[in-house]
């Protein structure tokens, strides 16, 4: 083989890796922009909640807002669904896999969501391996 062979399958090599997201089903697809939508511009630490050490006398330990919480509404549009019951339904199926979790934790009637630690670390394995932008 001859060395600019060589070189030219070496330059393909990294974009022949990348996945079209063209190549997935839609309801996928639809989950990737939600988690997409919560991953968008959160790149703050997450506050949730106070340390025991560093509560107040009356032992205040409420949970405080985490940085990366959006209203259903906000993904519904921010994702391209433009319907807040089809947003909450791949809310539901990202928190069944630990991605995002409503706000407060553990209410399901939550208008509000929050993207996990683990789901940014997906979101950043996604956004790495495929061709988001497609």
Not at 47 to 68: G, L, W
Not at 69 to 85: I, N, P
Request: one cysteine or more; a neutral charge.
């Amino acid at each position: 083989m001859s060395q600019e062979n060589k070189k030219s399958q070496e330059n393909k090599k990294p974009q022949e890796n990348k996945k079209s997201i063209r190549q997935l089903s839609e309801s996928y697809i639809s989950q990737i922009n939600v988690l997409r939508a919560m991953c968008s511009g959160n790149s703050l630490p997450p506050v949730e909640s106070k340390p025991a050490d560093t509560a107040s006398a009356s032992n205040d330990t409420a949970p405080v807002p985490r940085s990366r919480t959006l209203d259903v509404e906000q993904v519904a549009q921010m994702s391209g669904l433009g319907d807040e019951k089809e947003a909450l339904r791949f809310l539901y199926i990202l928190e069944g896999h630990k991605l995002v979790s409503p706000f407060p934790k553990g209410d399901f009637t939550s208008k509000s969501w929050q993207v996990t630690d683990e789901g940014l670390k997906v979101w950043a394995s996604i956004s790495s391996e495929m061709d988001v932008a497609a």
